[in-house]
């Protein structure tokens, strides 16, 4: 610093003073002094500028010199520059460069860094804030489970097709659940939806256990409708209600009344024979799409009522006969707000002063064939339309709108069709050709997009419309269409008629296009849902806000058998098995679910396990597709199956394992079914032993099924041995869910396994609980000696040995008449040993009641006679190993204690004899006798039992029956 200072001396100073503080702090403490003189006056500016004058200061001139800094030249040359200096401009010009870059650098990183510290800051209040929730049992933060699963790729183009979201309007649905049920079932789940699905859950295994239908997918739409109407916000609940729509209407449900989940539809499992059979499925494609297309119509039909709802001219319109509105009358309202009064020029056939094939169309949109075919007829005596399109609509009003014409009509309409309406410019008049025909899988009509297919649904309908999945082929005669005259019939099949080739498009533009955004994730989860590709739509939802609705929708889809189950070991969530059948890891998906509450709410963490498992068909299935059953308690031994989802047997599995394990389970069913016998209603104690250790025996296999060793994961994992297993009682058990929910063999075969876990662990009193609950008295008992046996010296300010101590009584108490004899005599002499320890402890005062509750066990001789002596020792042989390893600390005891006595009993023999001289005290003398034989017998004892002794305690024995000859 003095070096530095050094370097400024030359310098003059023109009689300022020397600034010793830094520009920065010049700057602040001029801005401090400001902020406390805010406004001088006159007077107080006259002042100052007297002040400074005695210091020598100029306030003028300084004033004057600040306002003539230019610090516009800053970056220009010091000296002036020639018009042909080339070199030095450079020169200057490169140093200005530095010099800026320099500068922006410095801010950049000052920028740079100030926005990372805040990222990082928020980052770790985030992460406090998700640990603080996930403590209380909330469960948001799990939509990023499965982050890096498989999405779909958007590199494919459209071909031109403008998809736009969706400009229909919500349909209303009035619905409602229990709310009161759905707050009381849990307390601890933060997320209100979550409550609500978990009641709609447990809900549905009460059925299950009752083996009723259940109609799934009304219950969750009217779950969703309950939490929009109390909870959630209305446009993002309102679209949740739609989707659940949508899978009402895929699986036929979209007549049920609300509440109503009774009725036939909703059976469990009931697509899956045909889901999983490529020979079968097509008939459940048809029946799948139907579905669909009726989603589409309703939701269209909606709109248009929405449409005149908030249009005044349309809602005031007199294009109706009076009375209410008939469809036709509606569409026209429609038409007139749509078109604002002005109808296109290429709309030329006017029927009722309105357009008449968007009339025709509309109705066709809407699902009403019976009105489209009215107006058809209407149209046909005004020659509005032909009569060949009249039969055509007359044909599938006969037989069914997803039907085909006969082929006789089918020729005459496409014939015409490429005579007449092909280059129509009316664009409703081709599409009702092209609906009924198939004839042109693309029209080339300018304003097709336009009128036609202008939103997303609007393209989607159409294409379900022209769907081809049948066995047999399309007819020859549609290949004369001039638009597609020169392709092959496989060809014009892919293009236009393909559920596959849809699929693959729809994927392939991915939902960066339906959803560019970010806004609408529901739209592109309703594109993938229509076009029946169950999976990726799951998938996709999982990795979108909608976490909790995507885990529910996997749910249902599952329970209706519209999943295929990737493989147990499976990571990833989608994959592709070897035929190209997608598969969705839903296992993973449930488990990750319910992981977050499962120790707290432990029994809804259940209730969603139970959705892993499948219920046995009512039909047969799939060779390749074993599935279990939902028993319940009054049921008795049920079917045990393992959890092997249909991918387990994909192209190429190996099968033979899953043969011979379906064959074990079938005989272990028919046993037990033989011995339940038919129509029983009550399940006894003595009937599940049989088959109980026939699944104990297979505990290894239930280690390797998924359900199952999730319910011993989830036992062990939440200690919630109560509420899941149950409590116990004096002859019987308090059931807990796995009793409720399962048959009493498989909910004591899981217990066992769990306690199997735990005693390998070393978690003993759990094992000892968990073997207890699931009747394995006899493993009780072992246990609970073998604890004892090592606790039962030790001091009574041990609390393991309390807590066991406690066990074995509340044991003892309980119903033990299937006990193996030898073990509970054990027990209850190891109980006789703890008491005698225990008064042992408290004190000389208790030492002879200690020692007569150890002869009321006869475990040692009491008087050194060959004959008793090999009476205790063949004794001790048959004695439970746990009572002979407790031997050393009983001799231990018990010869401390006699040498105790015998000494208490000597000095009060002394004390008698200086009082009474000459009078023998024969009590007294007696007993001192008594306790050296007991204490020679015990030393003889030690050495005749086949017990290795220490030689410290051998020779500490050998000391103190030694004190007692004196």
Known sequence: MRESDALVHHIDNHGMPKIDRSITQLDALSRRLARKHPNLDAQEESQAQMFFATKGLDLSKHSRTLRNIDLSKTYESLEPLGELEVEKFLEHQHQMLINTAIEESSNVTASSFRKHYIRKMESDWEQAKQKLLETLGYSSALQNAFHDSVRPTSDAVDNGHNVSSSAAANASFNASVDASAAAGLTSTIADVRMARYAHTVKHLNDRRRQREPFRLATAFRDTAVDILRSHDDSERGSDVVDSWELLRCIVDERDVQHGDYDAAHGTEQQFRAQYVDPGRKLALVERLIRGARRYAESLYLSYI????????TASGSKHHDGGT????????????AKYNGRFPNYLRARFKH????????????????DAALKLAREGARNNLCSKIFVECLTQLQNAGADSTLPSKYWKEITHEYNDSVRNSPDPFQVAMYVLIARCDPNPRVATWKQEITPTSEDYLWVKLCLLWERREELPSFLNATPAIKDSSPTLVLAESCSLARLQSHLV????SHFNPDGTNPLLYFNVLMMSLQFEHAVAYLLNTDFFCEGVHFAIALDYYGLLHRAEVNQKALLSVAEDGRSLINFASIIQQYVEPFARVEAELAFHYLCTLRLRV?????HASLPSTALPHLTDGPARLVGMNTPSRHSAGANNNSSSSSSQHHHALTSASAAATGAGRKSYAWEQADSEVQQLIEMQDELADDLFFASLVRLLLATKEFEVLAGSLRA???????????????????VIYKAAVVSSKRSNHEDAIILFALCRQLDKVAERLLDRLSRLVSAPLSNTDRARMVAMAQQFQQMRLDKLDRHKLMSLQMMLKLVQFFNLYRLGSAHYMAARETLDQLDLVPRQLDPVELERSANKFKSLHKSIQSTFVDVVAALMSLLLHQYEHVRDELNRSRAHSAGIVDRPRQGALLDIRQRARALLGFAGDIPVVI???????????EARMRT
């Open 305 to 312: 009522s929405d449409v005149i709802e908030h249009h005044p």
């Open 508 to 511: 392939g533009i991915g939902a």
């Open 325 to 336: 509105p008939s469809l036709q009358s509606r569409i026209r309202r429609f038409l007139s």
């Open 950 to 960: 220490p030689t410290d305690v051998s020779a500490q024995l050998a000391r103190m």
């Open 731 to 749: 002859d019987d058990i308090n059931p807990g869910c796995f009793f409720r929910y399962l048959s009493r063999s498989e909910a004591e075969a």
């Open 617 to 621: 068909l009512s039909e047969p299935t």
């Open 354 to 369: 309105c357009p008449f094939w968007p009339q025709v169309f509309y109705c066709f949109r809407c699902g009403r064939l």
